[in-house]
Every structure is written in C-alpha cells, then in structure tokens.
C-alpha cells in the first residue's frame, strides 16, 4: 500500500502564490507516474498537472499551464504543486495521486490514478 499526504493549502488572495507537497510512504514510489488533481463541490475530480517517475516529462491542464509548476524529488519521496498567479476560480480541494503502473505515461482521467491523498483545501480570494 502507499500513503499519500497533502499539505500547504490555505487561504490566499488572487495574485499570490502557494506551494503544495505531497509525501509518499509504505512503498518506494520513484518509478510511477504522480499527479495533481483538484476537485469543487458538485463537480468531478479534474486533473491539473502531471509528472513522469524521473521528471523527465510533465503535463499541464490549459487553465494552469504557464501558471503551475510540479516537480518531485524522489530521494525524498515528494511531489510539490507551486502555484503562482493564482484566481479565484483555483479555489478547490487539491488531491496528489499516484498511477500504479509502470508506463510512463501522464493520464489526465482520475480513474487511471491508484492511489489517493486526503487532499488540502486551496482558496483565492478576490
């Protein structure tokens, strides 16, 4: 099993910058794919960003590309979501999710994600 943990979301206003991370435990999570997804009341699970297991590739969602930058340092089984620029219409709870699946790919659907965080709440004020 892997554990996932969210942290350092909070309440900012538009403009400002966040920085998310997500601490993987139980397993060595340094050969799949991780990802960030955020989710409102209402909606589904949507992806934001995406990276491959070295780093080597990323993928962004057009509302946060240019915006949002992942990374992952995998000697300490991290992924981090820095945040500038951020909108009202980021506000959202923010999930880290890892593809059990060793292919290197970045899938943007939520279904191909294995494992899950609690998520953190993230929201822009106007």
């Known amino acids: 099993q892997v554990q996932l943990v969210e942290s350092g979301g909070g309440l900012v206003q538009a403009g400002d910058s966040l920085r998310l991370s997500c601490a993987a435990s139980g397993r060595p999570v340094n050969t799949y794919t991780m990802g960030w997804f955020r989710q409102t009341p209402g909606k589904s699970r949507e992806f934001v960003a995406g990276?491959?297991?070295?780093?080597?590739?990323?993928n962004y969602a057009d509302a946060v590309k240019g915006r949002f930058t992942i990374s992952r340092d995998n000697s300490k089984s991290m992924v981090y979501l820095q945040m500038d620029s951020l909108k009202p219409e980021d506000t959202a709870v923010y999930y880290c999710?890892?593809?059990?699946?060793?292919?290197?790919?970045?899938?943007?659907?939520?279904?191909?994600?294995?494992?899950w965080g609690q998520g953190t709440q993230v929201t822009v004020s106007s």
């Open positions: 999710a890892l593809r059990w699946r060793k292919d290197d790919t970045i899938p943007i659907m939520a279904n191909e994600y294995e494992y």
């Open positions: 990276i491959t297991w070295n780093g080597g590739r990323t």
